[in-house]
């Protein structure tokens, strides 16, 4: 149990357009979602927490109007890359975690976004 | 949130148990110690968590240093799938679940 799918699992995109990533739960209800970014060879870097129903809770130095967390429901929250551009190319992955199954925090596989 | 430490990288033969070490000498009483693994081009893996005493689960074992200031991640008989990056992780209980991640081991399996 414990699945966490991410879409779409690779994305090309022109700069300047805006890409939308999906995170879903697929057999359990989400209390928490976590994204991350991790470049080539480095370790993953938390970019923000989203609850569901209320705002994600960003980490400092990352821009908030740039990265939009959407949390519409327990099973599903969306990363919407605005504006990319290649230096926004990355890893993202997203986590979630369940309220009241402890401390463990349930890792999507990823999307590696390449932005020309 | 208080700072690990890791050796960057490890190596151990196939079949042999493997011992990945944590630093962690700033810790707090409510700090748990958290490990995840990566395998290449997937997201992390959660292996197991402690506070204090020792834990067992399927994946492997943590040892947890009495004064918690240090930490061991044992596989008790590594296979070439366990090559990956292996985080060792304080996550404060107060702190709203979030994990830090560090530069973490990389382990090499050798056959």
């Known amino acids: 149990g414990a699945v966490v799918s991410q879409h779409p699992s690779r994305v090309i995109c022109k700069s300047g357009t805006s890409v939308k990533i999906e995170c879903r739960s697929l057999d359990f209800q989400a209390t928490t979602m976590f994204w991350y970014r991790q470049f080539p060879k480095q370790s993953l870097m938390l970019m923000a927490t989203?609850?569901?129903?209320?705002?994600?809770?960003?980490e400092q130095g990352v821009e908030k109007d740039k990265f939009l967390i959407n949390h519409a429901s327990l099973t599903l929250s969306t990363l919407t890359v605005t504006s990319a551009h290649p230096e926004d190319s990355s890893f993202y992955i997203c986590s979630a975690r369940v309220s009241g199954r402890g401390d463990t925090q349930y890792f999507g596989p990823g999307t590696r976004l390449t932005v020309l | 949130d208080a700072k690990t430490t890791q050796p960057n990288s490890m190596e151990s033969n196939e079949e042999e148990p493997v011992h990945l070490p944590c630093n962690h000498s700033?810790?707090?009483?409510?700090?748990?110690i958290h490990w995840y693994r990566q395998l290449p081009s997937q997201g992390p893996e959660y292996v197991i968590h402690g506070l204090t005493s020792n834990v067992n689960n399927r994946m492997a074992s943590l040892a947890i240093a009495e004064d918690r200031k240090s930490s061991t991640l044992i596989l008790h008989r590594a296979t070439l799938r366990d090559a990956a990056v292996y985080y060792c992780i304080l996550r404060d209980m107060d702190s709203s679940y979030k994990l830090i991640f560090g530069s973490g081991t990389r382990l090499l399996v050798r056959p």
């Open positions: 989203s609850n569901e129903g209320s705002k994600a809770t960003y």
């Open positions: 700033t810790i707090s009483g409510t700090d748990y």
